[in-house]
């Protein structure tokens, strides 16, 4: 049963699980590290890939299903706002983050992702759509404003593409989209 203080809606189309994991610019072995596998459906694609994936789960009642169904799996269980990602990937580089983050929480990943040292080499974020256009946003738009500055000063934004709410269970009550982030060099920030 999802929890939805834990902001929970879990996505099983295979087709959109697919083009998530296209997303990724990684190669079969690169350390991908992903927030909040849920009951795994990502985790099952990312794997079969051929990536060596972390998960961070917080919620302790998926961690038993996660393990059985995924034996070779890097599984920690924890509040990934509260975690060292990049002891968590065993400080491996190039390094790559990828989820169907919780809503209530996006902003906060966003800025962990982006203030790890080293940076992840892309961050592949399923989130709530009108965020996703604001991070996305040209200046003198409505939707352009401090999370938009503060985001493209640090990364390069692609909106790549929609997912309709109807793709999750239980249906949340906004549509989402798929938003990939690649930290700019230093030079440029």
């Known amino acids: 049963m999802p929890k939805k203080f834990l902001g929970q809606h879990f996505l099983s189309d295979p087709r959109i699980l697919g083009r998530i994991a296209d997303a990724l610019p990684a190669a079969s072995g690169s350390p991908v590290l992903e927030i909040g596998p849920g009951r795994g459906a990502l985790t099952g694609v990312l794997l079969q890939r ?19 169904r995924f034996p070779g799996l890097s599984l920690v269980e924890g509040d990934a706002l509260r975690m060292d990602w990049l002891a968590a990937v065993a400080g491996a580089a190039p390094w790559y983050v990828i989820g169907n983050i919780p809503y209530n929480i996006t902003s906060a990943l966003i800025d962990k992702a982006l203030e790890a040292e080293p940076l992840p080499a892309s961050v592949v974020y399923l ?38 709410a109807g793709a999750f269970r239980p249906v949340p009550k906004v549509d989402s989209a798929v938003i990939r982030l690649t930290p700019l060099p230093p030079a440029e920030r």
Not at 130 to 153: C, F, H, I, N
């Open 127 to 164: 989130l709530q759509k009108e965020v996703a256009l604001r991070l996305d946003a040209k200046p003198g738009t409505r939707e352009y404003g401090a999370l938009t500055v503060g985001v493209q000063s640090a990364a390069r934004v692609e909106r790549l593409f929609p997912v309709p």
């Open 50 to 68: 051929g990536f060596a994936v972390t998960a961070i789960e917080r919620d302790r009642d998926l961690v038993p299903a996660l393990r059985a």
